[in-house]
């Protein structure tokens, strides 16, 4: 009987990456970098302040950050917040989803109830249970960023049609179009914000996604993005390959590099295509990513990521082996 492979990606950060995942590919192998990939914090520094916070904000600022990554959702009184989990329970010390409190109620509740740090005994603390920091609206957070900082808001609750209209009303009323883009993992809120012309859209992560796996799989470069597209994803991700057959199925897990000179180039055959590599924690990453040409990474650290592209010096050489 003809067997069908079909391939699905696990959505799970790569936990043990193989040695050789963040060296640059052949392909990339001796070039000369002059330029290096701008840092985005986040969820505005999840790795050095609770994530999507004011405080986040003011030290991803103070570590020169290039750009605000921050995830919305819709209140019980329709205002966009900076919140990302389904409930509060997973980083607050409150309970329930978003969409069940207001926008004052949600002022109140410590969203750095969670946060941890280990102390130099090697002890987990939560420095911020004794000085709570609230969770901030839309609107709070975009006066608190430069108008000259870029910043990208994460879509992160369904349905997309009223929280794609409230987040246009912010923006609109701040003025902020022209320096924020839109993302989501949610095809509906391209969608939804195509009602907008003023919107600046990363493309759907299922476009993204398709065409990484094509180009790996190689079946060649299939529909190139247009001319001034924004894509982001993992640069490694945890991939299943799901083998289907008349008596069930098999499962392979690969810890698989989604970016590498083949993806870059399928992706840039127009002009203007704007990359972001995803989950970019380490020196090794950070220098493959600007090896391979990447705009931007995304990094939950802007404190270390800053360092470490502070720490590289230009022209940066590829490797050669």
Known sequence: MPRSICVGLVFAFCS???SGCAAPSAASR?????????????RAGTGDAPENTLEAIRLALGHHADAMWLSVQLTKDGVPVLYRPADLSALTNASG???????AELAHVNAGWSFSQTGADGVQVYPYRDRPVGIPTLREALRAIPV?????????????EPQAQAVARVLSEENAWSRVRLYSTEAEYQRSFAAYPQAQLFESRDATRTRLVRVLLNEGCVDAPAEHARAAFELHRT????EAFTLGEGRSEVNATLWTPATVACF????DVHLVAIAVNNADDYRAAACLGMDAV????????TAIRAGIRLPLRCATD
Do not use: N
């Open 298 to 305: 995304l990094a939950d650290s802007p404190a270390k990521m």
């Open 16 to 18: 043990a990456l193989l």
């Open 268 to 271: 840039r055959q127009r002009p």
């Open 30 to 42: 001796g070039a000369v970098v002059t330029s290096l990939p701008e840092i985005v914090a986040h």
């Open 148 to 160: 000259t900082m870029p910043v990208i808001l994460d879509m992160k609750a369904l349905p997309a």
């Open 97 to 103: 989803p978003v969409s069940a409190h207001t926008a």
């Open 239 to 242: 991939v299943t390959v799901v």
